[in-house]
T-cell receptor, first 111, second 112 residues
Framework: DAGITQSPRHKVTETGTPVTLRCHQTENHRYMYWYRQDPGHGLRLIHYSYGVKDTDKGEVSDGYSVSRSKTEDFLLTLESATSSQTSVYFC??????????FGPGTRLTVL | GQQLNQSPQSMFIQEGEDVSMNCTSSSIFNTWLWYKQDPGEGPVLLIALYKAGELTSNGRLTAQFGITRKDSFLNISASIPSDVGIYFCAGGSGGSNYKLTFGKGTLLTVNP
């Protein structure tokens, strides 16, 4: 158990509304990642963080922003949700190797 | 960007059969990892490989890091119903903020 929680676990929202997903870890790991998972696409990296206030884009970052104001929390924000952002979102951490450990996921539906 | 080709996309087997799946890449990776995802849950790391040619086992699972560093294989022996799920391969470079490239997954169904 890597001590990762995600909230909310399920969310239904409407197009155009802002949405924030939270990833929380209990072990002070430096690196954190946000992925989205869609049928036929596997896991795709949205943004990642390599320290407090240090973040960078992944391969599918358009329409998403992130913030990391403290080590344990990594927030993913959809400023104005669109139906194409309906997906399952996973947070992951690494302990300083290529071995990433995933949270339980958030299922987001944008109507 | 880098891409991993994972095959087969899906498998339907009988309980007790052995299973093989693989991942190939046009790029070299320094690390190969295999994950399993059960419905409604996050991926769980099964095996991590760090050296070309390395063969590693975890119970009934065996994975190999290809000699060319461009491929990896996962075998499951004597499958059981709880092996059902999606299996993902991932390649890592060891640096670059430990980012991984994932295959699209193999959906395994085991018929009791």
């Amino acid at each position: 158990d890597a001590g990762i929680t995600q909230s909310p676990r399920h969310k239904v929202t409407e197009t155009g509304t802002p949405v924030t997903l939270r990833c929380h870890q209990t072990e002070n790991h430096r690196y954190m990642y946000w992925y989205r998972q869609d049928p036929g696409h596997g896991l795709r990296l949205i943004h990642y963080s390599y320290g407090v206030k240090d973040t960078d884009k992944g391969e599918v970052s358009d329409g998403y922003s992130v913030s990391r104001s403290k080590t344990e929390d990594f927030l993913l924000t959809l400023e104005s949700a669109t139906s194409s952002q309906t997906s399952v979102y996973f947070c992951a951490i690494t302990t300083g190797t290529d071995e990433q450990f995933f949270g339980p996921g958030t299922r987001l539906t944008v109507l | 960007g880098q891409q991993l080709n994972q095959s087969p996309q899906s498998m339907f087997i009988q309980e007790g059969e052995d299973v093989s799946m693989n991942c190939t890449s046009s790029s070299i990776f320094n690390t190969w990892l295999w994950y399993k995802q059960d419905p409604g849950e996050g991926p769980v790391l099964l095996i991590a490989l760090y050296k070309a040619g390395e063969l590693t086992s975890n119970g009934r699972l065996t994975a190999q890091f290809g000699i060319t560093r461009k491929d990896s294989f996962l075998n499951i022996s004597a499958s059981i119903p709880s092996d059902v799920g999606i299996y993902f391969c991932a390649g890592g470079s060891g640096g670059s903020n430990y980012k991984l490239t994932f295959g699209k997954g193999t959906l395994l169904t085991v018929n009791p």
